[in-house]
């Protein structure tokens, strides 16, 4: 009984203590900058700008200070983005990377044919990277989200869910899928402070009401990694002109002068890092010395479209479950990994003779 008397207590007093507040109007953003929560809540950093962080969680974005408080607008990524490759190794062939798209409910238009689901419904046991192989060229590409798949608590924040593309004579595609979420909302948030001079956000917002507690950055742990790693994030929103893989659809950047396009296979080959004979289609996911450089393919209309008045058709262009194993997509790359490790291990070992 004492110990149910003690969390009412304390309940009690913190709640008194948040009710003891008045707001506060920052000068500017180095009086604000730090922590506000703990496992989850809100990063804001001197150049204006924000992260909202959490179990899976990071969105950045910008805040300004108003006389009424925060203003948080959150950067919202590109809904689909496509990236093109010339691939003179595929010949008249096409092959598609598809990422993001395990996310949600998203459809595909090759050349005015019918619309695909990416996935098929219930997918799960996902085997990394997805790639589509198609027999003949492509023209033209369409990706259709459909609004009522959005998120539940999207808000009045409005994005052209059909996207079209048109191709310029590529064959090797990486495609982005960036699903909605209700995270990517504006919203607003009031400094405030209670009589013992503790400082804390309040936010109401989509994602709901908080009462934030504040970490000033220079007690917040590892403070200059995060400021790094918010930098990063916002390079990784945008919608890059250029992306550089390998063959196994690991994006890199390329920070290296060493370099050089190779005309015949159209790679990028690193000078200092090679090996004779090396084959680039049989390289690990890591491997930086063959590299594609993949050029953004810009939208040539965005729409809105319920995508049922396309009359899509149930076939997927992948199907993966936990329960139906045998016909769920292969990661064709860790067919090529299980063929060369049991090569390794089947070598026989070599007798060492006695010395005489």
């Given at each position: 009984?004492?110990?149910?008397?003690?969390?009412?207590?304390?309940?009690?007093?913190?709640?008194?203590?948040?009710?003891?507040?008045?707001?506060i109007v920052?000068?500017?953003?180095?009086?604000?900058?730090?922590?506000?929560?703990?496992s989850?809540?809100?990063?804001?950093?001197?150049?204006?700008?924000f992260?909202?962080?959490?179990?899976?969680?990071?969105?950045?974005?910008?805040?300004?200070?108003?006389?009424?408080?925060?203003?948080f607008?959150?950067?919202?990524?590109?809904?689909f983005?496509?990236?093109?490759?010339?691939?003179p190794?595929?010949?008249?062939?096409?092959?598609?990377?598809?990422?993001?798209?395990?996310?949600?409910?998203?459809?595909?238009?090759?050349?005015?044919?019918?619309?695909?689901?990416?996935f098929?419904?219930?997918?799960n046991?996902?085997?990394?990277?997805?790639?589509?192989?198609?027999?003949?060229?492509?023209q033209?590409?369409?990706?259709?989200?459909n609004?009522?798949?959005?998120?539940?608590?999207?808000?009045?924040?409005?994005?052209?869910?059909?996207?079209?593309?048109?191709?310029?004579?590529?064959?090797?595609?990486?495609?982005?899928?960036?699903?909605?979420?209700?995270?990517?909302?504006p919203?607003?948030g009031?400094?405030?402070?209670?009589?013992?001079?503790?400082k804390?956000?309040?936010?109401?917002?989509?994602?709901?009401d908080?009462?934030?507690?504040?970490?000033?950055?220079?007690v917040?742990?590892?403070?200059?990694?995060?400021?790094?790693?918010?930098?990063?994030?916002?390079?990784?929103?945008?919608?890059?002109?250029?992306l550089?893989?390998?063959e196994?659809?690991?994006?890199?950047?390329?920070?290296?002068?060493?370099?050089v396009?190779?005309s015949?296979?159209?790679?990028?080959?690193?000078?200092?890092?090679?090996e004779?004979?090396?084959?680039?289609?049989?390289?690990?996911y890591?491997?930086?010395?063959?590299?594609?450089?993949?050029?953004?393919?810009?939208?040539?209309?965005?729409?809105?479209?319920?995508?049922?008045?396309?009359?899509?058709?149930?076939?997927?262009?992948?199907?993966?479950?936990?329960?139906e194993t045998?016909?769920?997509?292969?990661?064709?790359?860790?067919?090529?990994?299980?063929i060369?490790?049991t090569?390794?291990?089947?070598?026989?070992?070599i007798?060492?003779?006695d010395?005489?």
């Amino acid at each position: 009984m004492k110990h149910y008397i003690l969390i009412f207590t304390l309940t009690i007093i913190s709640l008194s203590m948040f009710a003891q507040h008045k707001p506060i109007v920052p000068e500017n953003n180095q009086d604000i900058a730090g922590q506000y929560g703990s496992s989850d809540g809100i990063l804001l950093f001197e150049n204006g700008r924000f992260a909202l962080y959490g179990y899976a969680t990071f969105v950045p974005g910008s805040y300004q200070i108003t006389k009424e408080g925060i203003d948080f607008t959150p950067d919202v990524p590109p809904l689909f983005s496509v990236y093109g490759f010339h691939n003179p190794a595929l010949g008249d062939e096409v092959q598609m990377m598809f990422q993001g798209f395990e996310e949600g409910d998203a459809y595909v238009v090759f050349d005015g044919e019918k619309p695909r689901p990416a996935f098929n419904q219930d997918a799960n046991c996902f085997d990394w990277p997805f790639v589509y192989h198609r027999k003949k060229a492509l023209q033209d590409l369409t990706f259709n989200r459909n609004k009522s798949d959005y998120d539940d608590g999207f808000g009045e924040l409005t994005i052209d869910n059909q996207w079209e593309f048109s191709n310029d004579g590529y064959n090797d595609f990486i495609f982005l899928f960036n699903k909605p979420s209700r995270y990517y909302s504006p919203f607003k948030g009031i400094v405030q402070e209670t009589a013992e001079n503790v400082k804390f956000l309040q936010v109401s917002a989509n994602f709901g009401d908080r009462l934030l507690p504040f970490t000033p950055k220079e007690v917040v742990n590892e403070w200059d990694e995060i400021v790094q790693m918010q930098s990063m994030s916002d390079v990784s929103m945008e919608d890059q002109d250029i992306l550089y893989a390998n063959e196994r659809y690991n994006i890199i950047g390329l920070e290296s002068e060493s370099y050089v396009l190779d005309s015949n296979s159209n790679l990028l080959i690193d000078t200092l890092n090679t090996e004779e004979g090396s084959d680039y289609r049989a390289t690990s996911y890591h491997d930086t010395r063959f590299l594609k450089k993949y050029v953004n393919i810009k939208p040539s209309r965005k729409t809105t479209s319920d995508i049922a008045t396309l009359q899509p058709t149930t076939e997927s262009i992948f199907f993966t479950s936990c329960e139906e194993t045998e016909k769920s997509y292969k990661n064709p790359h860790h067919q090529v990994d299980s063929i060369e490790n049991t090569y390794l291990e089947t070598i026989p070992s070599i007798p060492i003779p006695d010395k005489q």
